[in-house]
């Protein structure tokens, strides 16, 4: 079984659909995390999760909206996305709590998500 | 600015040839942390590398290498004897201590690595 693992692996959505992604890991980490991987541009970091506490990208439109039941479950709840949303959602994990600026990031392979 | 800047989009070599991946950062911090990150096609990131700011040491690990140059802001990443399996993109990545991890990783746009048979 794979660290960190994503489902589901596509998804095609209309604007007005909502939908959830779902992210888990397997590695006893404490941080859990949401990537937007646009083509041509670099990873963007939408939220990040702890026990402690939650940080988000100011940046990220409330259509986009996390949720994280526990330290192995991370959910991206998705509402009237626009076509520009259509991205590959990376999930990711690391050890130690939100403020460990060195930890190595445990990734998941992503949904890719369509808008149309 | 970009923090993070890899300047070549899309490198081509065949196989067996050395190719190197260039990555130049900006930070005012002095303690930091640099990391390389492959992205094969099945598409999760895979951690290859972390250097603190404090270790200017070369290392090597098999076929790769990694020069840290402070001097010129630089983290390059040396494949020698390039294979297939070694097709991919490949992202360098920024971690500053003035963010205390809460703003995650700053990574450039990635190199595409494509290694011809």
């Known amino acids: 079984e794979t660290g960190v693992t994503q489902t589901p692996r596509h998804l095609v959505m209309g604007m007005t659909n909502k939908k959830s992604l779902k992210c888990e890991q397997h590695?006893?980490?404490?941080?859990m995390y949401w990537y937007k991987q646009s083509a041509k541009k670099p990873l963007e970091l939408m939220f990040v999760?702890?026990?402690?506490?939650?940080?988000e990208n100011n940046s990220v439109p409330s259509r986009f909206s996390p949720e994280c039941p526990n330290s192995s479950h991370l959910f991206l709840h998705l509402h009237t996305l626009q076509p520009e949303d259509s991205a590959l959602y990376l999930c990711?994990?690391?050890?130690?709590?939100?403020?460990?600026?060195?930890?190595?990031?445990?990734f998941g392979s992503g949904t890719q998500l369509s808008v149309l | 600015a970009q923090k993070v800047t890899q300047a070549q989009t899309e490198i081509s070599v065949v196989e067996k040839e050395d190719v190197t991946l260039d990555c130049v950062y900006e930070?005012?911090?002095?303690?930091?942390?640099l990391f390389w990150y492959k992205q094969p096609p099945s598409g999760e990131l895979v951690f290859l590398i972390r250097?603190?700011?404090?270790?200017?040491q070369n290392e090597i690990s098999g076929r790769y290498s990694w020069n840290f140059q402070k001097s010129t802001s630089s983290f390059n990443f040396t494949i020698t004897a390039s294979q297939v399996v070694d097709s991919a993109v490949y992202f360098c990545?920024?971690?500053?201590?003035?963010?205390?991890?809460?703003?995650?990783?700053?990574f450039g746009k990635g190199t595409h690595l494509i290694i011809q048979p």
């Open positions: 990711a994990s690391s050890h130690s709590g939100i403020r460990a600026y060195n930890e190595k990031l445990f």
């Open positions: 999760y702890s026990l402690e506490e939650r940080v």
């Open positions: 590695l006893g980490h404490n941080a």
């Open positions: 250097r603190n700011s404090f270790d200017e």
């Open positions: 990545a920024l971690s500053e201590i003035s963010g205390g991890g809460a703003d995650g990783l700053t």
């Open positions: 930070t005012r911090d002095t303690t930091y942390y």
